[in-house]
């Protein structure tokens, strides 16, 4: 009762507001220098790359001098000579090796990229061959509908697919993940929630598995399932094997994501009266969702490419088996490694298309994960900034709505002198501009 | 001047109060159940050593361990087994992949903390995590129909002209033949380590991003400062500072190098005999030995493979451990861990 007359007879109500504070990642401090290039500089390094580019055709292709093979190298070391000359022409010596290491380092960049691209490109344009050659006899599912139980290895591509091993690489990894997701966060949790000398040791053993060779991974599953419990290579085996790879990746990514989560968010729940569970459940891991996600699906894109355990758990099959309990169950890149073990051409076509499609599946979820974990804990896109405030001011008029039916039941019932209390149409107004 | 003096006795503050946390049930119970996550995973790891170990006993027992690591050969129905040939390429693929990949992913990793353009770094850093994501069956299938083909003639040049150096020198071959015998240069230790190295950049990459990124703003500046290049500035403030975080970094590459199973698989064709030849076709692993002998295997063969993984978990972990005992303890990683 007395509350609420302070409230009103209060002159100045403060802004009520609570923000998100912006934080900057803890790692860049802000730079503050940067070093910029005259035109001059600018210009050497196009024309030196434009005259040994020049200088590699001519010697390869056109004179026939050198073979293609030795073209990019006599064209790289020529560019790096061309340029230090170009450079030193006006600078001194210190500039000129400046300038030398910032090329090599360029190159190296570029190197890492080409490789990239060239082992996508090759082996995507490989299985692209077979995807098309579908097409051209008529429309023709085959490839995605069928399973090679009754292909035989000299039947065309038209004959035969990889829907078992699809079905395989959706039910492993989907067990997989209903292991690790809820096992991983509760870990990641434990490690920055709870802390303490034990949680220690149990990140340093994470780490250390997160290099678990992955074939050791396959053995154990073997010996402790397939020979103690199962007795026979089957699908569930490999998801285990897989969950074992995943976990340690998950647990990781997902600790990461959670350190991000401001302490004084924490702090505020709990010094709200929340408990340490409701601050984990309200706080932390809605302010660290889209992370998570990120973690999630990134660990996801790395324990759907994993070959080494299911080779030694799950077994080689062509037939379709939905259960995964029972039998033998062949995944995406299994499959691809015993297409590309056989000489038949057209099983090694299979292969390529077979991983083909595992690499784009891959690169699907790593680009979900980029859309997905584009921002930094606590901060919000748009849409959700929007949505928050739109939740916001449900709660405020909630509140206002309790707050006049309170003081009119105060009127009425304690002293007929008190005003109606301005406050509330301050308060909309303040949360309306917000 | 006068001196204040307080009335109160100082053994007033002296204790102070004892806290103490009472958590509610539901804590308690969220307490207990991510702390037996946590358990479980723990548990999970020292099952893996302890189901390895369990199996492995009766192979090595019935060897004995000095022969099972000086054994070259790899035959459990006569009872003759050993990891000697194995580890040893599995060391060389390892260190040739380190020989690509550490300069590559030093370079890379400088270029992205101190030379790209901000916009460019962004996408170099996802071009980092991609390529850690695209499957090792992936990379082998490159390897095996693309890289191969190209690189044999490397192989056939260096072997031609460096042959006289005993780790190039490949058996049989015929430097003055015209048509060279390209076989004999396939499915070398060479090339299954180039791809290894490959796949072994990402980590390396991130890992000295990681502590590049990490090199002090007011350091930088202050050698930029006393008339430093960027050169300067990364040779005499950045690598020092991140010296740490390149050797962890390129243990935790040599650790997965170690592992790698299926891009290996792929290429190589097993043999048992130590040989120094990295660019002669045959090399194994201990990890490809396991992919490719786990189905013909009969119990006792079974359990022999179990002691190649057991010795092939002990030396990454070992690997591994160092490796992040050494980044905490640098400069650039003493703020990272906690």
Redesign the interface.
Known sequence: MTAVQKTSDEAEPRELRTVVPERSPVTSEQERIRIGMSLDQRITAPGAMAASVALGLLLGPVLGLISPGWVPLVSFVWFLGLFVVLVSLYENRTTVRDRFWAALLWSAGGVVVTVLFMVIGFVLLRGWSVFSHLSWHGWNHNFFTTDMGITGPLDPITKGGILHALVGTLEQIGIALFLTVPLGIATAVFLNEIGGRYARIVRTVVEAMTALPSVVAGLFIYGAVILLVTRQFNGFAASLAITVLMLPIMIRSADVVMRLVPGNLREAGLALGAGQWSVVRRVVLPTARSGLMTAIILATAHGIGETAPVLLTAGVTSNLNFNPFNGPQISLPLAALEFVKSPEPVMRARGFATAATLLLLVLVLFLLARLLGGQQAGQLTERQRRRRAARSEHDLERVEANYLAISQLLAETASPSTAAPAGPSRYLSSGESS | MTTLTSDLDPGDFGEPRALTTR??L??R???G???S??????L??V??GG??T??AVRAISSVGVVKFVTTQEWSPETNHFGIAAVLTFTVLIAMVALTVAV??????A???T???PPRLKKI?T?????????????????G???LQN?VV??SYWISTYFGWIPLFKVDGAEPGNPLPNTALYTSSTFIAGLIVG?MI?PIQ?SMMV?SF??A??GE??GA?ALGA????V?RSVVLPFGKGGIIGGVM?GL??A?????AI??IISPVFSVSFHVLQNGSNSV?AM??LR?GEANSFA?SA??AA?LA??LL??AI??TA?MIISRSRSGAESE?
């Open positions: 958590y509610s539901t804590d119970i969220f307490r159940t991510s702390r996550a946590g358990t479980f995973v723990l999970v790891m099952l893996v189901f390895l369990a199996h300069p590559l992913s030093l370079g890379g400088l270029f992205i101190e030379i790209a170099m996802s071009v980092i995590d991609l390529m850690a994501a695209v499957p090792s069956v992936v990379y082998g299938l490159w095996l129909s693309y190209h003639g490397l490959m950049i990459t990681e990124s990490r002090p703003q930088r500046e930029y290049t960027r050169w300067g990364i935790l650790g997965r170690l592992g790698e199973t299926i698989y792929l990890a396991i992919a786990y079974m493979l179990m993984g092939l978990f990454t972990m591994n451990f992040s906690v």
